[in-house]
Nanobody, 122 residues
Framework: QVQPVESGGGLVQAGGSLRLSCAASGRTFSIYRMGWVRQAPGKEREFVATIRWSVGTTYYADSVKGRFTISRDNAKNMVYLQMNSLKPEDTAVYYC???????????????WGQGTQVTVSS
């Protein structure tokens, strides 16, 4: 098993920035990719970004492309999400997720964190 734990959420004004962190523990040698998925009140979960662990290739949802950056530190088993130019519609609980095998980039995850709240005020 791999256990991801998110941190860094908080309240920020529109146009501001926030950096989320996710630490993975357990069988971290099995990490294939890590990603961020968010869920706003009354809405379904929405894919945000993902990064392949070995080679660092990234993929972003159109809604965050150009504003968010996902990165990783393989040695520390950490993944980050730098969020710039935040909008009120970015308000959601952000979940860190781990995939241990190849699959659909946006939904193919095996382990999930408990989430961290991001609130963007207008």
């Amino acid at each position: 098993q791999v256990q991801p734990v998110e941190s860094g959420g908080g309240l920020v004004q529109a146009g501001g920035s926030l950096r989320l962190s996710c630490a993975a523990s357990g069988r971290t040698f099995s990490i294939y990719r890590m990603g961020w998925v968010r869920q706003a009140p009354g809405k379904e979960r929405e894919f945000v970004a993902t990064i392949r662990w070995s080679v660092g290739t990234t993929y972003y949802a159109d809604s965050v492309k150009g504003r968010f950056t996902i990165s990783r530190d393989n040695a520390k088993n950490m993944v980050y999400l730098q969020m710039n130019s935040l909008k009120p519609e970015d308000t959601a609980v952000y979940y860190c997720a781990v995939a241990t095998r190849t699959g659909v980039l946006t939904t193919g995850y095996d382990y999930w964190g408990q989430g961290t709240q991001v609130t963007v005020s207008s």
